[in-house]
């Protein structure tokens, strides 16, 4: 077996070794400060667990193995509700419980069957590796969380309001000065307007804490699936409800926006996990507002090609619209008829409502991934953790 193995000093009595044990999971779990926590490896904190509770496994004392392993689910627990506004610490406690979890999984009886490298755990942690998976999925909800909630007041004035393109500030100018004579804008005067840096800087916030963990892309992939869900139904909804944003240049300045984010999910590998594809119905909304609306050709157009949008939104979206320049024309009624004939001819797979539900929550699933075997050499524990008392066995 050359896997290294932490103990607790051996010479100890039985309170000394209580004692020890408590620790190393203060120190490894809640107690960490957030700067020696960022600066260690990714899963440190769980390879150091992991290899007491193999120490005591071997050694015999199948009790402190279960002790200690139930004891580190309850501190990890325990930091995670110390930081739970933090996303790079919650970032790191879902890959330390992700990597216990995985572990364990591989020093199983049923996973080591077929393995001669592998020596399986004698003590019967199941139930505890069970509640490790219910650990990576609060982490991992507790992450999406926190950035929805920072998402949460900016979307619709970065996503529909701001203005990216030169020269359609007019609209934008417009738009502002109703919102307030309305008394609807809830910014405070003087405030930053969001735009969609501000945006892109808390997905890019997620994203880095994620990385810095190392966190596998599939996980990556899931939580940006769930956020660009959030972006584009928030998004939609709000268009769906506001005649002021129903016309052709806020139709230009919203797809702009979009075509932002989705550039940003590409240049981080992110688009093959469904986070592109959510914005597909906020897509064809804008495709919707620029589209012909005069001729039954249009009208066709319009139906083959807004294939995301329920024939409810499309309906209010064309009974919305409201030219801003002498260019444009309003949308007739003929037409609208026209568009609603085609309609009820098409198989229509969308909800029926006409709002989004913002609140739907994307399964998420967390693949078992056998971590490398640990070796001695490799295990750096730094100062700064103050558990030098363990000894290498």
């Known amino acids: 077996m050359n896997e290294l193995l932490l103990h607790l000093p051996l010479k100890a009595d039985e309170h000394d070794r209580v004692h020890s044990a408590t620790a190393v999971l203060s120190r490894c779990c809640p107690d960490i400060r957030v700067d020696s926590a960022l600066s260690l490896p990714p899963g440190l904190p769980a390879r150091v667990l992991f290899l007491c509770v193999r120490h005591a496994d071997c050694s015999g004392d199948q009790t402190q193995a279960r002790s200690l392993c139930s004891a580190a689910v309850t501190a990890m627990k325990a930091a995670l509700k110390k930081h739970s506004n933090d996303v790079d610490m919650s970032a790191l406690w879902l890959k330390n419980a ?70 359609l500030s007019a609209s934008a100018v417009k738009l502002v000065t109703s919102r307030k ?23 890019g916030a997620l994203h880095t804490a994620l990385t810095h963990q190392a966190l596998p892309l599939t996980q990556m992939e899931q939580a940006f699936h769930q956020l660009t869900y959030l972006i584009s139904a928030s998004a939609l909804n709000s268009l769906l409800l506001r005649k002021d944003m129903c016309c052709w240049s806020r139709g230009m300045q919203i797809r702009y926006n979009v075509s932002l984010l989705e ?131």
């Open 98 to 167: 992700c990597l216990l979890h995985d572990l364990l999984t591989q020093h199983s009886p049923k996973q080591t069957l077929h393995s001669d490298d592998l020596v399986p755990l004698n003590t019967d942690l199941s139930d505890l590796i069970r509640a490790l998976s219910d650990l990576c999925i609060q982490a991992y909800q507790q992450l999406l969380s926190i950035t929805e909630k920072r998402l949460q007041n900016i979307i619709v004035p970065a996503m529909l309001e701001s203005e990216t393109i030169p020269g």
């Open 263 to 393: 550039e940003w999910l590409r240049s981080r590998g992110l688009q093959a996990g469904g986070a592109v594809a959510t914005l597909e119905p906020l897509i064809q909304a804008v495709q919707l507002l620029q589209a012909g609306k005069k001729t039954e050709v249009d009208a066709k157009a319009i139906v083959q090609t807004c294939t995301a949008l329920s024939s409810q939104k499309i309906v209010k979206i064309l009974t919305l619209y409201t030219p801003h320049s002498d260019l444009d024309e309003r949308v007739t009624l003929n037409f609208i008829r026209t568009v609603q004939g085609l309609l009820k001819d098409r198989s229509d797979g969308q909800p029926p409502q006409l709002l989004m539900d913002v609140r739907r929550v994307f399964p998420v699933t967390f693949p078992y991934s056998p971590p490398p075997a640990l070796h001695s050499e490799q295990l750096v524990i730094p100062d700064s953790l103050k558990i030098s008392f363990l000894r290498r066995a």
């Open 181 to 203: 004579r309305a008394g609807s804008d809830p910014r405070p005067v003087g405030g930053d307007v969001p735009t969609m840096a501000s945006v892109l800087r808390e997905l």
